[in-house]
């Protein structure tokens, strides 16, 4: 058994989610590898010292270069706020480091792209975790298996409260040039199922609005609830997909459905262990659509969790994101990878010039 070091950088929310991916990935899976939580960075010295002992990680710095230097370190993992996530992974490749970074990889496609390509000798992935919930990897595998016929059309929406509040006080998430557009921040898990279930989107229009433009005196430039219109690359494919965060009373609800020549399949995340799917060719008393529980040992990671009706979380999701990677350590290639991670930006910013410019935009255009 071979230990995997592994230093995170950022000891936010998402610092604590890793962290908790790694500790538990060797719980569910049997692995061939160890993996070492060798050392998170912050840039609070008594805040990222008390992270590291609540997570488990045997040491702190304030300083992420030194993250990224340490030879007992094997794997850099990048928590923090995007438009500081591409300076980190350059960073971490230079030194043959793998890396793994949170969603969007980029605060815009530029950066994302110069991540992507500088990242390309080492192995490297994107964290969008979602696809490894139990019910949107059977999502996408039922609709592989042609469950739905031909797809004819995707939707996403994802709908939150968290800037309803005028009061919040500014901080990353209201810059665009650190916390990235709303497409971006909530659309890139949206995308992302979109890239994987359907294949590449064509083109987009778009529309996007912040409500409350000023915060603790500074201008806000994210948009507070953003949709979009969506052509897919085989032409008969068309989506819409909505992203709030004005939504009262509506913490984190994402939703995602697919409807085909043969069926409808549907996915949300407040019944995160379900599946709702309907086949045109069932009989008539049976029309509508029956609820699946992912939970079924057949169905994706299920077996490796708890026996069937109990269900697994938000957490689970890293979990089996980390147990992905290590299971392939030393990895040539993970999936998804910040190549994909970079497609996905692309679509982003094609909607956020969509909305600018008010006009049907290739995604070819963004380059
Ligand atoms: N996959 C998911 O479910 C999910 C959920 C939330 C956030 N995210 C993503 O994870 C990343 C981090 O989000 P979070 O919620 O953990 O954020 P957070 O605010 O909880 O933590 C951010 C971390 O980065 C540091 N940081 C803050 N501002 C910084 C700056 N300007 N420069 C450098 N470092 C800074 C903070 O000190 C902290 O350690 C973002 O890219 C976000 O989009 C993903």
């Not at 030194?95 to 991540?115: I, Q």
């Not at 390309?120 to 298996?145: D, K, M, S, T």
């Not at 949206?190 to 529309?207: F, K, N, Y």
């Not at 994706?300 to 994101?321: H, M, R, T």
Request: net charge negative; with cysteine.
């Amino acid at each position: 058994m071979r230990d995997v070091g592994i230093g995170i950088v950022g000891y936010g929310l998402m610092g604590r989610a890793h962290a908790h991916g790694y500790t538990l990935a060797p719980r569910v899976r049997e692995l061939n590898v160890v993996p070492r939580l060798r050392v998170i960075s912050g840039r609070n010295e008594a805040a990222v010292a008390a992270a590291a002992r609540r997570y488990g990680v045997e040491e702190s710095t304030t300083d992420w270069r030194e993250v990224v230097a340490r030879d007992d370190v094997d794997i850099v993992d990048v928590c923090t706020p995007p438009g500081a996530h591409a300076e980190v992974v350059e960073a971490a490749a230079a030194a043959g480091k793998a890396v793994v970074c949170e969603k969007p990889l980029a605060a815009d496609y530029a950066s994302a792209r110069a991540a992507a390509e500088a990242a390309r000798g080492v192995p490297n992935a994107i964290g969008f975790n979602y696809r490894r919930l139990p019910a949107l990897a059977l999502f996408h595998r039922l609709v592989q298996e042609g469950a739905v016929g031909d797809v004819l059309l995707w939707r996403g929406s994802w709908l939150s409260d968290e800037f309803l509040d005028p009061d919040i006080p500014f901080d990353w998430r209201f810059e665009k040039r650190m916390g990235a557009s709303t497409f971006a921040d909530l659309g890139a898990h949206l995308i992302d199922l979109a890239l994987w279930t359907v294949g590449p989107i064509a083109e987009v229009s778009a529309q996007s609005e912040t409500f409350t433009r000023t915060r603790s005196g500074r201008e806000v430039d994210v948009g507070e609830a953003s949709s979009a219109l969506l052509r897919f690359e085989d032409g008969r494919v068309r989506g819409t997909l909505e992203v709030a965060r004005v939504c009262a009373r509506r913490p984190c609800d994402f939703s995602v459905e697919v409807n085909g020549t043969r069926g409808t399949l549907r996915f949300d995340y407040e019944r995160l262990n379900e599946l709702w799917y309907g086949e045109a060719g069932d009989e008539g008393r049976f029309y509508g659509l029956r609820r699946i529980r992912a939970e079924h040992p057949s169905h994706p990671y299920a077996a490796e969790w708890w026996p069937i009706g109990q269900g697994v979380g938000y957490g689970a999701s890293f979990v089996n994101q980390a147990a992905d990677l290590l299971e392939r350590w030393p990895a040539a290639r993970w999936d998804p990878d910040l190549a994909h991670g970079a497609q996905v930006q692309r679509v982003c910013e094609a909607m956020e010039r969509a909305a600018a410019e008010r006009r049907w935009l290739s995604v070819d255009e963004v380059e």
